[in-house]
C-alpha cells in the first residue's frame, strides 16, 4: 500500500488532480476569510487571509506544471471527447494562469505595503477581493473543462471544438 502511493506521488499527472482544489477551493475560502476581515475591520485576520490568498494562488503554478507534465500520459487514456476536453483543459490553463501570479503579488503588496503606508490597507485588501474573485471565476473555468476529462458522467455538451493554431497564439 505504502509502495503504491510513493509511485503515485510520482506521477504528474496524479500530482495535478491531488493538488488542483487547492487553487480555487483555498482560494474561496480566503476571499470569505478576507471579506469577513474587512467587515470586522481586523488588520490581523486580514494578513492571516491575505496570507491564504497569496498560497492558494501559488498553489496554482505546481497545479500548472504537474498538469503540463502529465498531459501526454492523460491523453493517451482518454477517449476521442476526453482528448478533445483536455485540449481544452490544456489551452485554457495557459491563458490564464498568469492571473494567478498577478493576485500572488496583489495580495503579497497588500500584506506588505501597510506596513509602511497603514492607508493603503483598505484600498489594496479591496482590490484583491476583485482581482481574487475574478481569478476564481478563471480557476472554475479552467477546471469546468478538467472535469470532462475522464469524468463522462459530466460532458453535458459537447466536446469543445479544435482551436486552429493562429487562434491559440
Do not use: C
Not at 139 to 153: C, K, T
Amino acid at each position: 500500500m505504502m509502495g503504491a502511493s510513493l509511485r503515485d506521488l510520482q506521477q504528474p499527472e496524479y500530482l495535478h488532480v491531488l493538488l488542483n482544489p487547492l487553487p480555487v477551493y483555498g482560494l474561496l475560502i480566503g476571499l470569505i476569510g478576507l471579506v469577513l476581515a474587512l467587515i470586522l475591520k481586523s488588520r490581523r485576520a486580514q494578513i492571516a487571509t491575505l496570507t491564504l490568498v497569496l498560497i492558494s494562488s501559488a498553489s496554482a503554478w505546481p497545479v500548472y506544471e504537474f498538469g503540463q507534465q502529465g498531459y501526454d500520459r492523460v491523453l493517451s487514456m482518454a477517449d476521442e471527447d476526453g482528448r478533445a476536453w483536455l485540449d481544452e483543459h490544456r489551452e485554457r490553463g495557459e491563458d490564464l494562469i498568469w492571473i494567478f501570479y498577478a493576485l500572488i503579488a496583489l495580495s503579497a503588496i497588500a500584506i506588505a505595503s501597510p506596513i509602511k503606508w497603514p492607508r493603503s490597507s483598505l484600498p489594496l485588501a479591496m482590490t484583491v477581493v476583485l482581482l481574487g474573485t475574478v481569478t476564481l471565476g478563471s480557476g472554475a473555468y479552467i477546471a469546468y473543462a478538467g472535469g470532462r476529462i475522464r469524468h463522462r458522467e459530466f460532458r453535458n455538451e459537447p466536446a469543445p471544438p479544435k482551436r486552429s493554431e493562429h487562434e491559440h497564439d
